[in-house]
T-cell receptor
């Protein structure tokens, strides 16, 4: 089976802009989670979707949002980008006990 | 989710066996123990998961004592490519919408 894919792999934006990241889960997986990883805060949970519904949300501001489509693909959006949003954004898909991560999208905000 | 404690760093040489212990005193009855490996600028990679006793796969072994308050990840005959951060996570992995809580992990450095 193909693994979790994320696009784009790298992205450079400026403050105030918005960005959309995409994640395609492993075939058959209906749960998709998003995480942010920074050197200072480590890996932090953003939100989780299952069957197009958000089931869990981490402690992030409303500028961070996401959605899931009927084919389980997911997108996350960050509006009004800040310098502190520079991070590796990771998507993980799950069919039960284990979450499998994608390679991540490296976002740099200038 | 149960809090975990693991060493910040470990050093080893190629060919040695490496054991990384994780403490999770407040583990709940329905919690599983899961280990991930992460290389720089890549997503965490699932290594192994267990509930009790011993679990072994082609990559590693996981030892869990009867009281389940700790666990040990064993990597046999490490190589330079095993240099990475290893995370121990404890939680109800079969619970809907589970958010994985990552600590700082253990940075393993393997030298030749």
């Amino acid at each position: 089976k193909a693994g979790v894919t994320q696009t784009p792999r790298y992205l450079i934006k400026t403050r105030g802009q918005q960005v959309t990241l995409s994640c395609s889960p492993i075939s058959g997986h209906r749960s998709v989670s998003w995480y942010q990883q920074t050197p200072g805060q480590g890996l932090q949970f953003l939100f989780e979707y299952f069957s197009e519904t958000q089931r869990n949300k981490g402690n992030f501001p409303g500028r961070f949002s996401g959605r899931q489509f009927s084919n389980s693909r997911s997108e996350m959006n960050v509006s009004t980008l800040e310098l502190g949003d520079s991070a590796l954004y990771l998507c993980a898909s799950s069919s039960g006990l284990v979450q499998f991560f994608g390679p991540g999208t490296r976002l740099t905000v200038l | 989710l149960a809090k975990t404690t693991q060493p910040i760093s470990m050093d080893s040489y190629e060919g040695q066996e490496v054991n990384i212990t994780c403490s999770h005193n407040n583990i709940a009855t329905n919690d599983y123990i899961t280990w991930y490996q992460q290389f720089p600028s890549q997503g965490p990679r699932f290594i192994i998961q267990g509930y009790k006793t011993k679990v072994t796969n082609e990559v590693a072994s996981l030892f869990i004592p009867a009281d389940r308050k700790s666990s040990t990840l064993s990597l046999p005959r490490v190589s330079l490519s095993d240099t990475a951060v290893y995370y121990c996570l404890v939680g109800p992995m079969n619970q809907a919408g589970t958010a994985l809580i990552f600590g700082k992990g253990t940075t393993l450095s393997v030298s030749s």
